[in-house]
């Protein structure tokens, strides 16, 4: 395992995770949320979900940095490649308390050394690159990056609005022929998985997956809601999908996708309006999505359209580690 060309103090480890560790991983995800945002909604669920992605070991592929008390100071984990290309994900999460030491100098040569193994074990083609995200507002870990040769390519907004009782919601302006469903479980997952394979077939990263993997990662969080989960069919297929999700009075707008053929008739305004009636009648207060700042789509302005604002901004920083 590649690590910091400095020691760590002494008392101090990186090791990979254990399943004992997610309450405190949770835990410095929710510090680190807190310290920029005032809230959070990470959640032991969240730790749990990723470990269960399709390719991921958190043997292999997530690390910790401990002080000599075994209290978690920084938590990394990495995923890809995204085949059939060479890129990598990867996250960073650091304890706000937690500088000295400044974790992120001995997570981040892990990770990359893992991505260099994960790529040379997957055959794939081209560039290696990792890209790891950092709020807009977190200085810290935007320095941190930069440090270790990172840069921004990218940036994406988390919008939200609120859906109060007692005001009105506008009503769905469906197009002639179509019809709106709840998801099925059982039933529907390979339509749903054709029609977002489709819609995001043109967007930036997009990877194309296999029903299986992308079933796990997209149903396999304890708050994907299949009540609010809405397809709208037409001529015989589902032509547009909405994958939603809820926690407590929150709601999620996971994926929004239109097949390319159907675009440019109000499906998707259709589909946000209907998904956010659907959200108050569940008791949501708020409807939650993130999108790409510079989707080809012109989604962001779709979104300011039904009174969504921008209230996060997230930097996606890359770096190549081999051309």
């Known amino acids: ?24 991983i949770a835990g410095v995800m929710a510090e680190a949320e807190n310290s920029l945002y005032g809230e959070s909604d990470a959640s032991a669920d969240d730790v749990r979900f990723t470990w269960g992605w399709p390719r991921f070991d958190p043997k292999l592929d997530a690390w910790l940095v401990v002080d000599p008390q075994d209290i978690v100071a920084g938590y990394a984990w990495v995923w890809g490649p995204r085949l059939p290309y060479s890129d990598c994900d990867g996250w960073l999460h650091l304890s706000p308390s937690a500088t000295d030491p400044e974790p992120a100098s ?10 260099l193994d994960r790529v040379a074990q997957a055959g794939t083609p081209g560039p290696v690159a990792l890209a790891i995200p950092a709020s807009g507002i977190d200085p810290r870990k935007q320095a941190l990056l930069k440090a270790h040769g990172y840069r921004p390519i990218r940036t994406f907004f988390r919008m939200e609005r609120p859906l109060p009782e007692g005001t009105g919601l506008l009503a769905p302006d469906w197009p002639a ?17 054709d029609a977002i394979q489709d819609s995001f077939a043109d967007h930036f990263r ?24 809405f397809l709208v069919r037409a001529e015989g297929r589902v032509v547009a999908v909405s994958v939603n999700y ?20 109000g499906l998707a305004t259709g589909l946000l ?15 939650l999505l993130g999108v790409d700042s510079e989707n080809a789509d012109g989604a962001t302005r779709l979104y300011e359209s039904i009174g969504m604002t921008v209230t996060r901004r997230d930097h996606l920083h890359q770096r190549t580690l081999r051309d």
């Open 1 to 24: 395992m590649k690590t910091s060309p400095h020691p760590l103090p002494i008392g101090f480890r990186v090791r990979a995770p254990g399943l004992a560790d997610i309450p405190a």
């Open 106 to 115: 001995w997570l981040i040569p892990c990770m990359e050394a893992r991505v």
């Open 177 to 193: 022929g179509v019809e709106v469903a709840a998801f099925r479980r059982g039933l529907d997952e390979a339509e749903v998985h």
């Open 206 to 229: 997009f990877m194309p997956e296999p029903l299986a993997d992308w079933a796990q990662r997209a149903y396999g969080h304890s708050d994907f809601s299949p009540a609010l989960t």
């Open 246 to 265: 809820r926690n407590a009075g929150e709601a999620w707008i996971g994926m929004l996708g239109v097949r390319r053929a159907w675009r440019n008739r």
């Open 273 to 287: 309006h209907h998904s956010f009636a659907a959200f108050r009648a569940a008791g949501c207060r708020k409807a």
